[in-house]
């Protein structure tokens, strides 16, 4: 699969001092789902909002390397031609308009997109079909809907700008396990069916990895590693990292590969 999305060695900085992201590379591939991995502020959602070129309302900006979507360079374009060229951001902590209903929210997403009644009214049958609850509450306003539910809504969207790809944003947050098994499903449903490449930026590493072809790990703004989804779930680091397995309480990858490096010396 040919590289879609290709991030090159960005740095970004907030306030022109605080160094967030720290030489930052990696490949999205065409209809791939690609995930980013790593601890609350590790620079996840900086990652995404330099892609979608958001960062900028919240005074940080890319210093170094360069973004392409489709070979072409993306870093300078604005938000809106991003969301035109097909790059939409799902963000975290489901952002929805509280006081206008489901269908209303999911009508927002196609706003960039000259579309007759007639396609306007196929996008949102084909967002029900992958939303049954949705199409249920339709008429409902979206603040007095289940956490699940608003994350459909945003998701929903997305879809409804007709993306080529999509960068999701902490999907699990807050959410029972069940519903995020939902949502990710829906997800790779959108993947095969849509054909939509994905960016998925995720704490809940062992379903984010499940669901995912590649996976990146960042730590304090770098990616510390990298790999194939599968093989990233059966590694002991990952393990000992995210799932806490190890004798010592939770450790920072450096450490686990110091210590390992150590054990391989004193061998």
Not at 85 to 110: D, K, P, S, W, Y
Not at 171 to 193: C, H, K, T, Y
């Amino acid at each position: 699969m040919s590289s879609y999305l290709s991030i090159n060695n960005i740095e970004v900085i907030y306030d022109h001092v605080i160094l967030v992201l720290k030489g930052v590379s990696l490949e999205v591939p065409e209809g791939g789902i690609v995930a980013l991995l790593g601890a609350n502020g590790a620079g996840k959602t900086t990652t995404l909002k330099a892609i979608s070129n958001l960062l900028r309302a919240e005074r940080g900006e890319v210093t170094k390397g360069s973004i392409e979507f489709r070979g072409q360079r993306v870093d300078q374009s604005t938000p809106n031609d991003l969301v035109k060229g097909g790059v939409i951001q799902v963000m975290e902590g489901r952002h929805c308009f509280a006081h206008l209903t489901i269908e209303e929210n999911l009508l927002t997403g196609a706003y960039t997109r000259s579309q007759s009644r007639a396609e306007l009214k196929q996008s949102l049958e084909k967002v029900y079909g992958y939303f049954p609850r949705l199409k249920q509450r339709r008429a409902s306003q979206a603040g007095y809907t289940s956490g699940g539910e608003q994350q459909m809504t945003a998701i929903g969207r997305a879809l409804m700008a007709g993306p080529q790809m999509i960068l999701l944003d902490e999907p699990s947050m807050g959410l029972a396990p069940q519903i995020v098994e939902e949502i990710f499903e829906i997800v790779r449903d959108l993947n095969v069916r849509e054909k939509v490449s994905i960016l998925l930026a995720e704490q809940n590493t062992m379903v984010a990895l499940r669901y995912a072809d590649f996976g990146y790990i960042l730590e304090n703004g770098r990616v510390v590693m990298e790999g194939k989804a599968d093989e990233l779930r059966d590694n002991e680091d990952v393990k000992e990292f995210y799932l806490g397995l190890s004798s010592q309480g939770r450790k920072s990858f450096r450490d686990i590969k110091h210590y390992r490096r150590r054990k391989r010396w004193l061998a």
